[in-house]
């Protein structure tokens, strides 16, 4: 059904979707209990800049990302000073682009299972004089446990289906930075319909299992 290509594809989106799931979770999961705690504009403006990806087109991240990470960006210019060379059209260039693109998919339901707590089990544990990092990793995070899979699972599921923003970033190169979604668009521009079509069937029946398993295992899922 698959040829060697597509296998490769597969492949490669499957490890940058692990990677940039643990990278947002690992990094979402602070941001997340900051903004469910705090009120402040500050606070505000993240929220703002952290849900931009769900209205901005993914050529304009893209874009933005390519200039950055390029060798007259900020973030290329300091890449390049710490020894890992340029990033665009390359696997960590898609990994970074990918946990922009992916973040308020990680956050949004961590901020939701974080805000949905309440000040009692704090409360609760600070009678028990419990320090506050006993509290987020014995008290906290397993109360969040929905919030944190329901990130996880949508995380995962986002970064797999990505087109745009990995286009503009990584380009085309087998291998390297060819994912399912640019592997499709390849078959389709060749007129090889019958390839696309399976890549486009495993893709659609992985984006319904993904949905389903969410409502089936994790109720809170349903308001994302």
């Known amino acids: 059904m698959f040829n060697p290509e597509d296998i490769s594809a597969i492949t490669l989106t499957l490890k940058l979707a692990a990677t940039t799931t643990l990278c947002l979770l690992l990094l979402g999961t602070p941001l997340a209990w900051w903004l469910a705690r705090s009120d402040t504009l500050r606070a505000k403006i993240v929220g703002a800049i952290v849900t931009l990806p769900l209205v901005l087109p993914p050529t304009v991240i893209g874009f933005y990302l390519l200039v950055a990470l390029g060798p007259n960006g900020t ?48 409360e609760v544990a600070a009678t028990l004089r419990a320090s506050p990092r006993d509290t987020f990793f014995s008290v906290i995070l397993p109360l969040a446990k929905p919030g944190i899979i329901t ?25 390297e930075t060819r994912v399912i979604s640019v592997q499709i668009y390849d078959h389709v521009e060749a007129l090889e319909y019958t390839q696309a079509h399976g890549l486009s069937l495993a893709m659609l029946a992985f984006s ?15 308001s994302i």
């Not at 973030?75 to 682009?97: D, E, K, N, R, S």
């Not at 949004?108 to 000040?119: D, E, R, S």
């Open 75 to 122: 973030l290329g210019q300091m890449t390049q000073a710490l020894g890992l060379g340029l990033l665009p059209f390359t696997f960590w260039g898609l990994v970074i682009a990918s946990i922009i693109y992916s973040l308020p998919f990680a956050v949004q339901p961590l901020q939701q299972a974080f805000a949905a707590i309440g000040p009692r089990p704090l």
């Open 151 to 175: 990130a996880a699972v949508m995380s995962f599921a986002h970064t797999v289906g990505e087109f745009g923003v990995v286009l503009m970033i990584g380009g085309n190169i087998p291998h």
């Open 208 to 222: 319904f299992f993904v949905l389903l398993a969410l409502r089936l295992l994790n109720k809170p899922a349903r």
